[in-house]
């Protein structure tokens, strides 16, 4: 059966630190893979995806993440955080027309 | 995201009631799913439909039931609540591209 690992649950850091959240998956064909945020109270938002083609993705926000194929990863980063950036982010792999999520990173930023 | 609406936001009721929760969305798309949110699991899929004629289980499907109604209505309904089933559940549609849009969510809570 196909996983998704996060391997933080939760991370705290300060304003303008950088931010590495790490993703891996156990699904050995192709795949498409997303990160998505979800802010205090509301839905989750794409922040970005890999399909194919270059393997550094840029998504909003200023966050990217690149993919690694022969690591199963996929991990989402970004230089310098603001507070702005609390939230908890899901990683997520989709496999025949369906998503399998993470359990989800908690980021908590500090003023 | 407002393309996607889900009725009630929040929900309380009591052990073996029936309760339905709805979605609709207007981004015309065929895909449509059904997760709920556990603290520190991620989303998990209950139920999935590609089009008004399919529906399909997913991992936690028992207990839940749904209904495709139109191609812009998916409900999810809970025969006989237990208080386990107490979560947050996400609607979300997808089209060709894949990417999948969420609804606001239901906070249910079972007593």
């Known amino acids: 059966a196909q996983s998704v690992s996060q391997h933080n649950h939760h991370v705290i850091l300060s304003e303008a630190a950088s931010l590495e959240l790490g993703c891996n998956y156990s699904y050995g064909g192709t795949v498409n893979l997303f990160w998505y945020v979800q802010y205090p109270g509301q839905h989750l938002q794409l922040l970005l995806k890999y399909f194919s083609g270059d393997p550094l993705v840029k998504g909003i926000k200023g966050f990217e993440a690149e993919f690694i194929k022969s690591k199963f990863s996929f991990n989402l980063r970004k230089p310098s955080v603001q507070w702005s950036d609390t939230a908890e982010y899901f990683c997520?792999?989709?496999?025949?027309?369906?998503?399998?999520f993470g359990a989800g990173t908690t980021v908590t930023v500090r003023a | 995201d407002a393309d996607v609406t889900q009725t009630p936001r929040n929900r309380i009721t009591k052990t073996g009631k029936r309760i339905m929760l709805e979605c609709s969305q207007t981004k015309g798309h065929d895909r449509m799913y059904w997760y709920r949110q556990d603290p520190g699991l991620g989303l998990r899929l209950i139920y999935y439909?590609?089009?008004?004629?399919?529906?399909n289980k997913g991992e936690i499907s028992d207990g839940y039931s749904v209904s495709r109604q139109a191609q812009a209505k998916f409900s999810l309904s809970l025969e006989s609540a237990i208080p386990n089933q107490t979560a947050l559940y996400f609607c979300a549609t997808a089209g060709i591209g894949e990417t999948q849009y969420f609804g606001p969510g239901t906070r249910l809570l079972v007593l």
């Open positions: 997520a792999v989709r496999n025949d027309y369906k998503l399998s």
């Open positions: 439909s590609f089009d008004v004629k399919d529906i």
